[in-house]
């Protein structure tokens, strides 16, 4: 966003809160949601480097972000589909059918929200 702006908003009494949150987070915030819709859709399909550091867990989550195990869904897709049972394979073409669509869902989600902006 232009500094001009920020410094006309000053010019005409506008204090710091009324600056920030009338005019800068306003125009930033198509950027930022752009920014965190595209870091959820890379995080759900580049997992891989989890497969060798985190491990697997069957734990679901508790509502904490660090330091508690949890399961994710490509590690689930990379175990199941090389089991010799049908009922596994099942279960990793039906994570694999997540991961897939979980991402164009983002997309779509996302266009109305930013067109509005």
Known sequence: MP???REAAYALGAGDRKV???ICLPMAAP???TGILL???VSVG???PLLYTAGWSNYLWNGHVTRFPIAYLTYA?????NEPFAAANALA???ALLVTSFV?????VSRPVLGRR
Request: proline share 4%; hydrophobic share 70%; glycine share 8%.
């Open 93 to 95: 073409y039906a994570a």
């Open 31 to 33: 950027g930022v949601l």
């Open 3 to 5: 500094i001009e702006l």
């Open 46 to 48: 580049e997992t891989a």
């Open 39 to 41: 870091a959820l859709a």
């Open 20 to 22: 920030i949150l009338g």
């Open 77 to 81: 897709i990379w175990t199941f589909i």
């Open 104 to 108: 164009p869902l983002i997309s779509v």
